[in-house]
């Protein structure tokens, strides 16, 4: 997959309205990946503008969102979701902010294309909401190809469900034996 725009843009977190410096990947899949540091290891946040993103705002847009200490308003990124949150970013510079506010609405508006070299032609890709691609190369008989891009949040829910069923068996289990001096006194 191709990276569109990668740099370090301050994020607002939800909760405490506190300002983080992240790594920042834009995807050409629409994805818009936070990361604590610029190795790619430790995936933060994850957005998909595609399905997610209404609108994205830059500058004196913003409206009241106040930026992070010694950088001005006009360096200020919204990005506004479908679910009526924002993410709120802010780059080092405007011109920054102006770039990133461009790439991100090129990348929400515009579908994915890859390369076809039986026909040196490009097909527009749509991905639906398991972030599939199906592509047909040529026209003819030939193979189909699949390609998979895996959320590295898929199941996490299921391995939390089975720590705890592990920790309640493993409760339960230990509790007979807690009893068990009572019963020889």
């Known amino acids: 997959m191709a990276l569109l725009k990668s740099g370090w843009l301050w994020r607002q977190t939800s909760v405490l309205k506190r300002w983080k410096l992240n790594w920042c990947d834009l995807w050409i899949d629409g994805s818009l990946c936070f990361y604590k540091t610029d190795n790619r290891r ?4 994850r957005i998909s503008l595609k399905t997610a993103c209404v609108d994205v705002r830059s500058g004196l847009e913003c409206g009241d969102v106040t930026p992070p200490e010694s950088n001005p308003r ?72 699949v390609v998979v891009q895996r959320d590295p949040f898929d199941g996490v829910m299921e391995s939390v469900a089975l720590g705890l069923l592990a920790g309640m068996a493993a409760g339960t289990a230990m509790r007979s034996f807690l009893w068990m001096p009572f019963f020889f006194c």
Do not use: M
């Not at 430790?42 to 946040?45: F, G, I, N, P, T």
């Open 74 to 145: 006009e360096n200020r990124i919204v990005v506004q979701l479908k679910d009526g949150s924002t993410v709120n970013l802010c780059a080092n510079s405007e011109d920054e902010s102006i770039a990133w506010k461009l790439t991100l609405l090129e990348t929400r508006r515009n579908p994915v294309f890859t390369y076809d070299p039986y026909d040196d032609s490009y097909q527009a890709i749509p991905i639906n909401r398991y972030h599939t691609v199906y592509i047909t190369p040529g026209a003819g008989p030939g193979t189909h190809q």
């Open 42 to 45: 430790e995936l933060e946040h």
